[in-house]
């Protein structure tokens, strides 16, 4: 194997952990797919 | 206050004081630094660095332009770090300059290990296109330590090299940095990673002059600035790859 392929390996795992960060980061701002509601009287 | 306004940079064209130099004259100003124009002047700079480069690259007989290339670079960096009004002009002649030499560098280190150019110009955009991925999303930010760190170790390398070159006036000079012994690979690969470093220290000094609207011929003066850092670490990483190579 080459030893220069090793060098890709960074670039290929900072990639892949800021694809991750950037699928997860927003996730709590997201609307959730079930609210559930207080429903207060006679509304 | 914005968290970017403090800022320390290793990069010796994006100083602290930059920005605050600049905006001085320039309140009320209709055109403003954007990111877009920076990513457009730098896709410019660029291409006109590739074309310079692909005629010393091509003609062997050119390679004297890269000593013309050098000498004119290294005076339209002087001109744009100190007059960064007219960065529009010197920062295409620094592009073309340097390119003339790194197509010169290029060609007698393919000429030694047949496909480290290419290989060197892949290593590169892959670490500038995952560095910049890596800050866009927040993985890698540029806090006052980093700064910090990034600005010492660029320093301490720039002292390095500098008392290797008053060296070889006397025929000797700091083994590691030409060694491709484990402990010369290891000095080079270290230095990638401070050069790589650098650029989210550029990307930092972009987003910052687009927050405060510095004026838009800044948008050159940070294009200059990340050239300056792609020029470093596409030399530094076709000098480890001649290392690897020559242990074969």
Redesign the interface.
Known sequence: MDIELLLWLPIILLTFASIVRMLTKNKDNQKPWIRIEEIKENE | MNRHLTMRTANPALQSDTFKKSMTGSVGSSESMTINGVVNKTGLALLLLVISASVTWSDPTLSGLAILGFVVGLVAAIVTIFKPTIASITVPVYAISQGLVLGAISRIFEMQYPGIAV?AIF?TF??L???L??Y????IKATENFKLGVFAATGAIGVLYLINFVMSFFGTGIGVIHSSSPMGILFSLGVVVIAALNLVLDFDFIEEGAEIGAPKYMEWYATFGLLVTLIWLYIE?LR??SK??SRR
């Open positions: 290989q290593l892959g670490t296109g995952s560095l991925l890596a866009m999303s927040g993985l990483i480890l790859l690897l190579n």
